[in-house]
């Protein structure tokens, strides 16, 4: 597995708790066991060409953008096909790729408040609160 990152890396490698002595999260190194990860700027032509590189061999693509943006980085379905016709291609975005939210960004809150899970939590005196962990991000 071959992880693709942003420039300044994927947000929950910042998160707490940081082992002391390598500073990095155990939260990242716990969901990212075992990948191997590079970072890309897909925004600029040599990092699309060295992506198209990688979809050459692959088996599986799987990405979570919001719906539109694979089509306007060019790696939505249909280009990469050509690259490599035998591509299994997932996506897994908050809102779907298409209807009237699939713009929208999703994190694992709004999918617990607009399912109705923090609707399950809490008491009656107080609001709702979100389930513990991040039950849809990792469910998803």
Same mark, same amino acid.
């Given at each position: 597995?071959?992880?693709?990152?942003? =420039?300044?890396? +994927?947000? !929950? &490698?910042?998160?707490? #708790?940081?082992? +002391?002595?390598?500073?990095?999260?155990?939260?990242?190194?716990?969901?990212? %066991?075992?990948?191997?990860? /590079?970072?890309?700027?897909?925004?600029? $032509?040599?990092?699309? $060409?060295?992506?198209?590189?990688?979809?050459? @061999?692959?088996?599986?693509?799987?990405?979570?953008? %919001?719906?539109?943006?694979? *089509?306007?980085?060019?790696?939505?379905?249909?280009?990469?096909?050509?690259?490599? #016709?035998? =591509?299994?291609?997932?996506?897994?975005?908050?809102?779907?790729?298409?209807?009237?939210?699939?713009? &929208? #960004? !999703?994190?694992?809150?709004?999918?617990?408040?607009?399912?109705?899970?923090?609707?399950?939590?809490?008491? *009656? $005196?107080?609001?709702?609160? *979100?389930?513990?962990?991040?039950?849809? @991000?990792?469910? /998803?």
């Amino acid at each position: 597995v071959l992880k693709i990152e942003p =420039i300044e890396g +994927e947000q !929950c &490698r910042f998160w707490g #708790p940081l082992d +002391e002595k390598s500073g990095e999260s155990g939260f990242y190194n716990y969901v990212n %066991r075992n990948k191997k990860g /590079a970072t890309l700027n897909l925004k600029t $032509e040599k990092g699309l $060409e060295l992506f198209y590189e990688l979809v050459k @061999d692959a088996d599986i693509l799987v990405e979570n953008f %919001r719906g539109g943006i694979t *089509k306007k980085l060019k790696i939505d379905y249909e280009t990469i096909k050509k690259i490599n #016709p035998a =591509i299994i291609y997932a996506s897994g975005s908050g809102f779907g790729q298409y209807g009237p939210i699939t713009h &929208r #960004p !999703c994190y694992d809150i709004v999918a617990q408040a607009m399912g109705g899970m923090i609707n399950l939590t809490g008491f *009656k $005196e107080t609001n709702p609160v *979100k389930v513990g962990p991040s039950v849809a @991000d990792h469910v /998803a």
